[in-house]
């Protein structure tokens, strides 16, 4: 997984609530066993109305999306956070989230970041007029062109597995000499022997 510091670039508002994951990538994409190209399945019945707001030309190539609240609702499919991160978002900042969505989007690489409303409301005048936006995870600001700053809060251990692009694989090989130790000390149960019935 790649590290998350810092992401400067476009943000894109999508000021809708409960939008569920079968929004953010229909059934009908889930057919791939790998985690790329669900990209450009993203919203996919949104993105046929011209006057979608991913569509419009402020919101290309963003890698910040606005949202609003209880963004991810709905089925745990991990192919929701592969298809934003897909697409080029690596930061979502909502007033909440399906529980599931954002563990899924930490896992994927993405910072999913709580504000409350009134600070997303700061924000969403801010790049009403300049979409250009920065998220700094190391000091936990984000900061407009115009001069508008938002601190948030971010869970320590979520963080840190984003700064240093830690996935599970990772976080456990990074143990790697506690499981060694443990296991020299601990033999295994299995003898070897296959058993069969009789």
Known sequence: MRPLTQVSGTAAVLDRENVDTDQIIPKQFL?????????????FDWMRDPAFELNQPQAQGASILIAGA?????????HAPWALEDY????????????????????TGMAPIVLGDADLAILKEAVAADSRLAVDLESQRITHPGGVEVAFDFDAF??????NGLDDV???????????DFEATHPGRYDGRVVTAA
């Not at 057919?31 to 993203?42: A, D, H, N, P, V």
């Not at 209880?70 to 991990?78: A, I, L, Q």
């Open 31 to 43: 057919k791939r066993i790998e985690r790329s190209g669900f990209g450009e399945f993203l919203f």
């Open 88 to 107: 080029g978002f690596r930061v979502i900042l909502a007033p909440s989230y399906g529980d599931i969505f954002r563990r899924n989007s930490i896992k």
């Open 170 to 180: 990772a976080l456990t090989l990074a143990r790697a000499d506690l499981i060694d």
């Open 158 to 163: 979520d963080r840190n597995l984003l700064l």
């Open 70 to 78: 209880n963004f991810g609702c709905g089925s745990s499919r991990e």
